[in-house]
């Protein structure tokens, strides 16, 4: 069983930046590919983007490149998020997750476990 918690959310105005953090505990081994997806209201999960632990190769949704950053610090079993140049429409609840089975996807299917997500908020 994996734990993950995130962190970090919040409210800014649009063009702001934002870091969200993911605190990743009580597994056994290490998970293959770790991701963040997001869910809006009346809205299904997106994808946003996901990272190869072992390699760190990265994927991103097309609404996020070029704005968002996905990285990882092993040694502290954590994962980030950072977003910059926010948009009203990036407005959503974001949720870390856990995979094992492949990466270079940011499809919910690729993976396990998910946290219970924190809130950011992007005014216009």
């Known amino acids: 069983q994996v734990q993950l918690v995130e962190s970090g959310g919040g409210s800014v105005q649009a063009g702001g930046s934002l870091r969200l953090s993911c605190a990743a505990s009580?597994?056994?081994?290490?998970?293959?590919?770790m991701g963040w997806f997001r869910q809006a209201p009346g809205k299904e999960r997106e994808g946003v983007a996901s990272?190869?632990?072992?390699?760190?190769?990265?994927t991103y949704a097309d609404s996020v490149k070029g704005r968002f950053t996905i990285s990882q610090d092993n040694a502290k079993n954590t994962l980030y998020l950072q977003m910059n140049s926010l948009r009203p429409e990036d407005t959503a609840r974001y949720y870390c997750?856990?995979?094992?089975?492949?990466?270079?996807?940011?499809?919910?299917?690729?993976?396990?476990?998910w946290g219970q997500g924190t809130q950011v908020t992007v005014s216009s």
């Open positions: 997750a856990a995979g094992y089975s492949y990466c270079g996807t940011v499809a919910a299917r690729a993976f396990n476990y």
């Open positions: 009580r597994y056994t081994y290490s998970p293959y590919c």
């Open positions: 990272i190869f632990t072992g390699a760190g190769s990265t």
